[in-house]
């Protein structure tokens, strides 16, 4: 594979390489065990006859740890086979026990569907698996309820329908031997917050009709996955996290594309867009005749690269392969699907685009090369999407393709970030008040809250907001415990971050599009915007925040929009705090007003600046966690950084920072944001806070706090890193900064970092 990426680089100066690392991951050999003794004969024959003769170790090590009684979660790379973890010890527990009972739980409903195809294929005598969905008709649900003893749904049915009305689940919830949480990476955020608790609803309600599920969960790989797992369920759980499946050898190169001579704000140099990088190697790939798929950002994206792929064949007069390019599309049906899936196996297909929200869905493994254009968001995302790469004892080649931004920047040049020990951790806080007030009311209305409750529901942290929810009326205190008095049922959105969500709406057909989270509104659906949903593009008319209504058409231009916001932050509560020297460095309570002020335009296939246009919105308010740091202004004086320098530095700082911090917790840079001020009224010395973008925090500003030597110390490399003179995209300048970038000052913002740094240390 050496040799076709130096086939790849032909033409380009050994000093004008785009290619910054490459990395020879070796062929793992894989390790095979004999069965457990207690997986029946019947299910041993059952999966011969799939394919699985004998398993992996990893896949017999958790499932022995489920068999025995004990939670665990086994973390290991795309297509290692996780499933069989918990299918040996479920399918085991149905074929002895026919009244047991399995509840799997998967993020989205196509995984779910997959699971379900799986386990009729292996059709296990007694073993009766069903979905259990918005899609599933009123009369089969009764027959699931009945007669499924493996039920597959997501956490918003367990949260709407199924723990809502759990009397009609009591046998089901009497029996329930084992809950699988499949693809538990993708609890993260708030919603990792909501469903933690409705997990815990679940458990409350299981003990309720005596029974103790074990927990079995499948994760990518992240850092402490134990922990992550242990927060989600509320239960301690093992891990398992040696893969012992085999693989082949893997070359995996970062890609860092040229600045060109296009200009952005304030004159600063454009690299060459990612997607279009992507589509020239996907065409030079697909002459190679190598199967390869390509991952993109958006829709439009994945469009762009798939037609950039083409022109470049048909340029070179080779039609036939043009043909061979295809997009890969959101909302195809599941029979489309299937078949391009099919096609990219066979190798009918020899290129395809397909955006990162199709990383899920997406039945496709053993492929020649992967082309990753710009990071997905997440190291484990990353590994997902390069483990579509290769086959057993096949070599293969991954190329990371890096975009216009700090973090893309910062993996380009840091190998160590993305090959050695992951740093990202799966965040999320269960004891959030705003997600812990709709949860504990939820948990009220099923079954009243007893003192004893508390504890699982976060103890203290469950307490303070019981008091408030009586004191505003919504709950009843009774000797006994907490009641839910209404009629109607409580409402809480686990995918949404509270508020009113704002309806997306087409103004001509008066089609309902879709809905964004009251606090997002500003920014995603301001006049404008270009409004991506379903991988399809609008583009917004009119906002009218009085009717919570976004007027949009359908539109797909050659570019996309970012708003810009202004920031204000008070600090009101210090939770924890702790100083170095002139240093001081803080995590609490505050409160942030937004104002969104105008969006930019940026040119998709170049990254080119467009301009600019400005917008009249009024300020929002959110009280949520952030994290500081402050140094003294005479320390600053000493190593040069007067006080007419600090608030370019400090900004530089406050930028990058924010790109890089989703190296350390799963969040995306539009989940966190953050102000610099030379004087904060609040701290009387310059100020660097970053917060978390949600009402009451999500937990990326605690693990910022929790590592911010490393934080800063990536920060620092990354503006390090980049090679332009005063400062680009690739590094300080944000395209969502309310002050239009200025006063940014690139190497004001490494003494900065560097005397923060030394003291920390
Ligand atoms: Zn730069
Ligand atoms: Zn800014």
Redesign the pocket.
Known sequence: MRSLLDRLLAGTAPDASPCTHVEELPARPGTRVPWPEWVPDILRERLAAAGVIEPWRHQVDAAEFAHGGESVVVATGTASGKSLAYQLPGLAALLTDDRARVLYLAPTKALAGDQLRSLLELSVPGVRPATFDGDTPQDERDWVRAHANWVLTNPDMLHRTVLPSHERWASFFRRLRYVVIDECHAYRGLFGAHVSLVVRRLRRICAVYGCTPTFVLASATVAEPQVSAGRLTGVPVRAVTADASPHGATTFALWEPPLTSLRGEHD??VRRAAGAEAGRLLADLVVEGRRTLAFVRSRRGAELTALTAQRHLAEAGLDELAARVSPYRAGYLPEERRAVEAALSSGALLGVAATNALELGLDVTGLDAVILAGFPGTLASLWQQAGRAGRAGAPSLVLFVARDD?LD?YLAHHPAAVFGRPVEANVFDPANPYVLAGQLCCAAAELPLRPADLDAFGGPAAEAVLDELVARGALRRRPAGWYWTARERPRADIRGAGGAPVAVVDGTSGALIGTVDAGAAHTQVHPGAVYLHQGRSYVVDELDLDAAAALVHAEAPDWSTSARELTDIAIVETSRSRSAGPVSVGFGTVDVANQVVGYLRLRISTGEFMDETPLDLPARELRTRAVWYTIDQDALDEVGLDASAVPGAAHAAEHAAIGLLPLFATCDRWDIGGVSTALHPDTGTPTVFVYDGHPGGAGFAERGHDRLLDWLTATRSA?ES????????????SPKCGNGNEPLD?RGAITFLELVLTHLR
């Open positions: 600063a140099p700090p920047t503006i980049c090679e332009c003179a005063a400062g680009c995209p690739s590094c300080v300048q690139k």
